[in-house]
């Protein structure tokens, strides 16, 4: 079992950043993929990135490559996710997710889920 907490959320003007941190508990940390998935109002849940823990590979959605920047410290039990140039149309709740098998895309393969935290985006 794996437990998530999100934090780093908050309302950041257009072109700014903020860092979304997840804690993760449990021994295996470094044994899990690690990504991070958003969900607008009216939206289904996207991807967003992943890290493999098996190939040290990080994936992103096009829309925020060059711009959001995926990464772990496994001493610490966290992953993060760094976003730059923030647009108005990053605003969701982003979650984080772990899974030790499966970094796709796709959210159903992934087992374990934070609460999410809001990314609002202003204009």
């Known amino acids: 079992q794996v437990q998530l907490v999100e934090s780093g959320g908050g309302l950041v003007q257009a072109g700014g950043s903020l860092r979304l941190s997840c804690a993760a508990s449990g021994r295996t940390f470094s044994s899990y993929h690690m990504g991070w998935f958003r969900q607008a109002p009216g939206k289904e849940r996207e991807f967003v990135a992943s890290t493999s823990w098996t190939s040290g590979r990080t994936y992103y959605r096009n829309s925020v490559k060059g711009r959001f920047t995926i990464s772990r410290d496994n001493a610490k039990n966290t992953v993060y996710l760094q976003m730059n140039s923030l647009k108005p149309e990053d605003t969701a709740v982003y979650y984080c997710?772990?899974?030790?098998?499966?970094?796709?895309?796709?959210?159903?393969?992934?087992?374990?889920w934070g609460q999410g935290t809001q990314v609002t985006v202003s204009s």
């Open positions: 997710a772990a899974d030790p098998r499966s970094s796709s895309d796709y959210d159903r393969s992934w087992d374990y």
